[in-house]
């Protein structure tokens, strides 16, 4: 029986430093997002938020608000691996699909930041760098058009990443170890 630990959060709470944390403790990543990108890609579109946001809604319009589920799991059910973390399901209608393919495997950690700290933290990421408009534009998108909120409140355990790295690394090891 697989062990899928799905990662959620607004962005820059921490969810990529918690997934590579678990990567390094042998977990395999599948990372959602990686459908959007590929999308972009494939359609000769520069990855911008504003166009990763486009595609992200657009898919969700056109194919439910489920379909990165349903896109990834093949995937996770060909992985070798026992552990699985998932980074970047955002919708309801995500988490839904898979727990009712995946049932007990899944266990959900919302990873949680203050708001200050996570605007300050992703005008300085290396990647993808926002501004703090950009940010909030993204905040209130994710909320409304995609449903990020009910993962976030439905998960099973809280991961408080105000702190240091450690600190977040601490309460991951907890929680795997319950």
């Not at 029986?1 to 799905?6: D, E, L, P, R, Y």
């Not at 349903?70 to 995937?75: A, E, R, S, T, V």
């Not at 973390?85 to 495997?105: A, R, T």
């Not at 409304?144 to 090891?173: C, M, S």
Request: glycine residues 6%.
């Amino acid at each position: 029986m697989k062990n899928i630990v799905v990662v959620v959060g607004m962005c820059g709470v921490g969810k990529s430093v918690t997934c590579d944390y678990l990567e390094s403790l042998g977990y395999e990543r599948i990372y959602f997002g990686a459908i959007t990108f590929d999308e972009l890609e494939k359609r000769g579109i520069p990855a911008t938020p504003e166009s990763e946001r486009q595609m992200r809604e657009s898919l969700r319009k056109e194919h439910g608000m489920g379909v990165f589920a349903q896109l990834n799991i093949p995937k996770i059910k060909s992985v070798k691996s026992q552990n699985i973390v998932v980074e970047s399901l955002y919708s309801w209608d995500e988490l839904k699909i898979l727990q009712n393919e995946f049932g007990k495997q899944v266990t959900v950690i919302a990873i949680v930041a203050d708001k200050d700290i996570r605007y300050e933290r992703l005008s300085k990421r290396k990647l993808r760098p926002f501004t703090k408009e950009e940010a909030k534009a993204r905040d209130i998108s994710e909320i409304e058009n995609i449903a990020k909120a009910g993962p976030i409140a439905y998960a099973d355990y809280f991961v408080d990443n105000n702190g240091t790295i450690l600190d977040l690394h601490q309460r991951i090891d907890t929680i795997l170890g319950e």
